[in-house]
């Protein structure tokens, strides 16, 4: 077997200057192996510093590992090492060089210097002691040039931290990275900006912290909202622990330069407020769901699905002290202009019993829809089979690639590939029970029951059990949107589940009468009266509403009525015209007028 002549390339981030300098620097020791009758392998190292002697770390740089292989018998102690030039290999301070690159030497290693062909080994350097002596000299001059362009760096980042501190916008991009929602992308003289894809996702983790939700829920909950996941990985846990007890929520920016820390105050857009950050932290020691009586569990909060009609602002949730919740516009106080003038806010129960009225259509017609999606999967099916084949191929190959040659660039290759195989086969597990149960005749049935079991009035009526939390995921997954008036006296309920289409719930002509309609974005608005409901005495089936349900246009008021059944069934009180007719407080003064 020939003898192995590893190249070490080290290059930057900076990929103007990183491809071209690659190719040459791969190009050249290929050629220098052909000439010497040695085999080729490689080792690479991309961004990581030659300073502090972070490119030595067993685990963390290929260089690293190499030496560790050696030094364990998995590759042999006559390798070569090629290298453009010896500062490739360390730019630490010269004693910590010499004696990393001497101890290098003494494994039985041979190192050739690119640029001038130089080679280092036992047997040269015994034999001529000047090799060394240049060695240790090239050695300091790599440390004098790094600790120059250090302390550059340095100076010009207080520069900017100073900028930043005499409340001028900086983006200081030369300590430490950014945090993944944002945006550092522009002008060390400009603020950074609210990420363009990761921003939202970020909200949604904050908000879903200040719920009090556990991490393994927030990360189903983004593995379902953004399946594209994070920077292309999966979400995990740690992604949101670290987040959560990062000051960065709220702005705050710590920077370590060199041995001192720096806390910058409004360096980034915030994600909540600094008190808001304070109660995450809380809410996070207490771990349990109901830590208090008084932690309680909106169904709409948080989610920025719910919208105040006057303003357009969304509407907060806000638990009362005999642990009632009610839906608030803030957005007055928060705005600088267009929001409400005065807080006002409206029971809790109302807009959740109506929306539980909503959300059973939405159900029934996503679950009608999916059961249709069963054919659709075949075509994920077999995209999942065609992949794991191919993934199949590659690790066969890299495996048989580093059985002839080490590489520690190959052993990641092959971590890799076996990583995807394991998530792809794991999908197929799950979609092809999704397809099984989808399949099951009896499937629509099943899932109806357990909706029921989910919204019943029990947990409707108790804000803070724990089942609502299951509750709304289904309501983030499933309503589009819900705007809340308040006018003339009377409130006003809108709900969407799908384009175009409102469920509108009112207080309509005398005092203590209601009524609800579905209004379309086209079409002219059918007015049913409640007493219409009143009439409605034979409790019809599941099976007819799944039927209904293909006539939806005309059968509207019967689903309709259906749906105030089952409720019924699962305990849910009449809806009362006098829950539409709130009376005036004296604390709640603001009077709105019907918007046009
Ligand atoms: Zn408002």
């Keep these: 077997m020939k003898t192995q002549l590893y190249s070490y390339v080290r290059w930057s981030s900076d990929k103007q200057t990183g491809n071209s300098s690659l190719e040459r620097q791969t190009r050249k020791s290929k050629e220098y192996a052909a000439r010497n009758g040695l085999e080729w392998a490689e080792l690479r190292d991309e961004a990581v510093s030659a300073y502090r002697g972070a490119n030595w770390d067993e685990k963390k740089s290929a260089l690293g590992g190499f030496i560790g292989a050696v030094k364990s018998g998995l590759v042999p102690s006559d390798s070569w090492l090629y290298v453009e030039s010896l500062d490739r290999l360390s730019r630490q301070n010269v004693l910590d060089a010499t004696e990393w690159f001497i101890s290098v030497l003494k494994l039985g290693i041979t190192i050739v210097t690119g640029l001038d062909e130089h080679v280092y080994n036992r047997e040269s ?113 740690s992604t949101i622990k670290n987040m959560r007890v990062n000051p960065a929520l709220y702005g705050c920016r710590i920077m370590q330069l060199g041995k001192d820390e720096h806390k910058l105050e409004n360096y980034y857009p915030p994600l ?239 005092r203590h009468e209601w009524t609800h309609y579905i209004k379309r974005d086209k079409d002219t608005s059918t007015v049913v009266s409640a007493e219409i409901i009143e009439q409605v005495k034979n409790h019809r089936l599941i099976k007819d509403i799944e039927t209904s349900l293909y006539n939806l246009e005309t059968a509207q008021d019967g689903m309709f009525n259906m749906v105030l059944d089952m409720l019924a069934i699962v305990n849910y009180p009449k809806l009362k015209g006098s829950q539409f007719w709130p009376k005036k407080s004296s604390t709640e003064r603001t009077v709105f007028k019907k918007p046009e």
């Design 125 to 237: 350097i015994a034999a001529n002691a000047t090799g060394l002596m240049m060695s240790i000299m090239l050695f300091a001059r790599a440390n004098e040039e790094s600790e120059t362009k250090s302390k550059r760096v340095v100076s010009h980042t207080k520069l900017l931290i100073e900028r930043h501190k005499e409340g001028k916008p900086a983006t200081i991009k030369s300590a430490g990275s950014h945090v993944w929602w944002i945006d550092s992308t522009g002008d060390e003289k400009e603020a950074v900006k609210p990420h363009p894809v990761m921003w939202d996702a970020a909200k949604m983790i904050v908000e879903m912290c200040k719920e009090g939700h556990s991490v393994f829920r927030i990360v189903a909950a983004l593995r379902e909202r953004y399946p594209y996941g994070f920077k292309g990985r999966d979400w995990s846990g």
């Design 272 to 510: 909540c407020t600094e008190a808001e950050f304070y109660r995450i932290q809380e809410v996070k020691s207490n771990n349990k769901f109901r830590a208090n009586k008084s932690s309680s569990i909106s169904l709409l909060g948080g989610m920025r699905l719910i919208r105040c009609g006057q303003c357009g602002g969304t509407m907060n949730t806000l638990t009362t002290t005999d642990g009632k919740i009610r839906y608030v516009c803030s957005s007055g106080l928060a705005s600088k202009g267009g929001g409400c003038t005065r807080s006002w806010s409206l029971s809790g129960i109302l807009i959740e019993h109506c929306l539980m009225i909503v959300l059973t259509h939405a159900y029934f017609d996503d679950s009608i829809r999916n059961q249709n999606s069963a054919t659709d999967l075949d075509g994920q099916i077999e995209q999942h089979e065609v992949r794991i084949a191919e993934l199949n191929t590659e690790i066969k190959n890299i495996a048989s690639g580093i059985a002839k040659h080490y590489s520690e660039a190959l052993v990641e290759l092959l971590a890799a590939a076996e990583k995807e195989r394991k998530q792809l086969v794991q999908e197929l597990d799950r979609i092809n029970q999704k397809k099984l149960l989808l399949t099951t005749q009896s499937v629509f049935e099943t899932n109806m029951v357990n909706f029921f079991e989910l919204i019943q009035w029990g947990i409707i009526s108790d804000p803070t059990h724990e089942t609502r939390v299951k509750l709304r995921e289904i309501v983030r997954r499933l309503m589009r949107s819900v705007v809340i008036h308040k006018y003339d006296g009377i409130v006003s309920l809108q709900y969407s589940y799908k384009e175009g289409e409102y469920f509108v719930f009112e207080g309509a002509g005398k």
